[in-house]
């Protein structure tokens, strides 16, 4: 293993892989956290072929690039110099800016008892050396695909609970947070993604990473999303006028509530409350 320190904030930009001249770049972003250098290359080159990766010499770094870029995932050893896998993945999923990403821990152990220790971690995979490229691309791929097919659902089903988006508790409970939050703001047409912020405890672009990855949408708009939702039910299950929910749900001109919700859901308010009579 190799003893590299790792970046801090100032340190020169971390390696990027590029595509080939001639190919469409990447769509998704793996963050490598290895500290051998030889397997950190190789894996470099293998991945780089379907993905855009970052690379880091060993968690610390990991942990600082995470919270910087945002991957889709995280692909990590678990046997490394100073702070392990283990640790790395675990301090991962208790911070609130990175706790969304998908983390897959890379081990030699092969025992039952090893796999059951790394998801205890917090992992979303756990993969056992040696192992075949092919395998892995598309175990990364179907975590990441998994993730996309739950966010577009989401932005379709109007009914669906936002905290279904979640892969583990933690984001479960920032989504019912985040949505409690809005909701209880929801008649103020001041509010938005400022507000939002320090009431979550994280700055704009923290939040505006973790709401992307998790719903394809920006805090902007996830706010406008959770607005749209209570004028939906407040059109189904109330006889309050247009112009009474467009107020209740933080709008301060009514026409601009009624271009939006025709905007997303096809349907004017006055149609849409006849369809779902």
Aim: aromatic letters at 6%.
């Amino acid at each position: 293993m190799e003893g590299e320190a790792g970046p801090d904030t100032a340190a020169p930009p971390v390696p990027e892989s590029r595509p080939e001249a001639g190919t469409s770049a990447p769509a998704h972003t793996v963050l490598i956290v290895e500290d051998d250098a030889e397997m950190r290359s190789y894996l470099t080159q293998r991945l780089g072929e379907s993905f855009r990766v970052l690379e880091a010499p060993d968690a610390a770094a990991g942990l600082a690039l995470a919270g910087r870029r945002t991957p889709d995932l995280i692909l990590s050893d678990i046997m490394m110099d100073g702070m392990d896998g283990l640790e790395f993945c675990r301090r991962l999923k208790d911070d609130p800016a990175t706790g969304h990403i998908p983390v897959v821990l890379l081990t030699a152990r092969q025992e039952e008892s090893a796999q059951l220790e790394g998801l205890e971690s917090g992992a979303d995979d756990y993969i056992v050396k040696p192992f075949n490229m092919e395998t892995l691309r598309a175990r990364l791929r179907n975590i990441i695909e998994t993730r996309r097919r739950l966010r577009e659902r989401f932005s379709r089903e109007w009914r669906s609970d936002p905290a279904e988006l979640a892969e583990n508790q933690a984001d479960a409970e920032f989504l019912r947070r985040t949505v409690a939050v809005i909701e209880s703001n929801l008649a103020d047409a001041e509010f938005g993604v400022e507000k939002l912020s320090r009431e979550i405890g994280l700055s704009r672009s923290q939040l505006f990473r973790k709401m992307k990855t998790l719903t394809s949408e920006t805090p902007f708009d996830f706010i406008q999303t959770i607005r749209m939702r209570k004028a939906v039910q407040l059109l189904e299950q109330t006889d309050r006028s247009v112009t009474e929910i467009a107020y209740d749900v933080g709008f301060k001109y009514p026409s601009h509530f009624s271009q939006l919700f025709h905007a997303r859901l096809g349907k004017s308010p006055k149609e849409f409350r006849r369809s779902s009579k």
